[in-house]
């Protein structure tokens, strides 16, 4: 009885004194909304702009599926998105001395979907990467740049998104 209640004991020690050195994850369950504001770049006439929000959920540590909806001016797009997290990026700037890794998430993003626009509906497609900073456990702000197949709206037209993000 007295070896059990030992072994009990260290394990409780050893149990708690790994588990305060854990951080809790900034990015948990995700809702964000961005808004893609139009941006003129070098060979490129202008970029989508419009409002663009997203519920993610993540089903492991490094990948997260969800829904995204994209308002613009001709239609709407709504899909499925899947999000490719790289935790390398993250590990590389926690070893700068003035930044902490834990905070950013870099990912790389695509959506397949729905477009409606001019009364008709069209498969469409996102893709881009995107980089989150989480300042806290409930907030912080994203900036992603996509490429948008988006028939009746647009042809593979690019998008930058800036803007808050919310953990819960």
């Known amino acids: 009885m007295r070896k059990l209640f030992v072994v009990l004991l260290l394990s ?3 149990n708690f004194a ?3 050195n854990a951080q809790n994850p900034i990015f948990s369950t995700t809702t964000f ?3 893609a504001a139009p941006i003129s770049l070098p060979g490129v006439e202008q970029t989508l702009s419009g409002a663009q929000t997203d519920i993610m959920l993540n089903v492991t540590d490094n990948n997260a599926i969800g829904q995204t909806t994209f308002i613009t001016t ?3 797009f709504i899909g499925g998105r899947y ?3 790289f935790p390398s990026v993250q590990n590389y700037l926690d070893k700068l001395p003035s930044l902490n890794g834990y905070q950013f998430q ?3 993003t695509a959506s ?3 477009v409606k626009a001019n009364s008709e509906n069209h498969w469409g497609e996102r893709a881009g990467f995107g980089i989150r900073y989480g300042n806290n456990n409930v907030w912080g702000v994203g900036l992603e740049v996509m490429a948008n197949n988006l028939p009746g709206i647009s042809h593979w037209a690019p998008s930058i998104a800036f ?3 919310f953990h819960f």
Do not use: I
């Open 18 to 20: 790994y588990t305060q």
């Open 83 to 85: 999000d490719r997290h």
């Open 74 to 76: 001709p239609g709407t």
């Open 12 to 14: 409780l020690f050893t």
């Open 112 to 114: 397949f979907g729905v």
């Open 106 to 108: 870099v990912y790389a």
């Open 163 to 165: 803007g808050p993000n």
């Open 33 to 35: 909304t961005v808004t």
